[in-house]
């Protein structure tokens, strides 16, 4: 079992930046990899960012990579998302969540169907 609930969204001008939290309860140890996706209205839930919890590695798409940075602080049992240089196209429900699973072929780290655990979404809303 675990809990997420992530915080910190909010509404930002285009060029400015926003960290997001998703504080993590229960059995934690089972969590192989963080992750964060987002879904805007009438689209797709979409992959944001990964890191290994045991690790330093982590993975973004494109879409992202070099504007936002996934990390983590496992003594707090905390993930974070530093989102700079926001576009409005960023705006999004973001969710964070836990995978207790090794990615395969089937179910990679970027797929939703890898994650168990899902917080509550918190919005983030880009103005132009």
């Known amino acids: 079992q675990v809990q997420l609930v992530e915080s910190g969204g909010g509404l930002v001008q285009a060029g400015g930046s926003l960290r997001l939290s998703c504080a993590a309860s229960?059995?934690?140890?089972?969590?192989?990899?963080m992750g964060w996706f987002r879904q805007a209205p009438g689209k797709e839930r979409e992959f944001v960012a990964a890191?290994?919890?045991?690790?330093?590695?982590?993975r973004y798409p494109d879409s992202v990579k070099g504007r936002f940075t996934i990390s983590r602080d496992n003594a707090k049992n905390t993930v974070y998302l530093q989102m700079n240089s926001l576009k409005p196209e960023d705006t999004a429900v973001y969710y964070c969540?836990?995978?207790?699973?090794?990615?395969?072929?089937?179910?990679?780290?970027?797929?939703?169907?890898?994650?168990?655990?899902w917080g509550q979404g918190t919005q983030v809303t880009v103005s132009s």
């Open positions: 229960g059995r934690t140890s089972s969590a192989y990899a």
């Open positions: 969540a836990a995978a207790p699973q090794r990615p395969t072929a089937l179910t990679p780290y970027y797929s939703s169907e890898l994650y168990d655990y």
């Open positions: 890191i290994l919890w045991s690790g330093v590695s982590t």
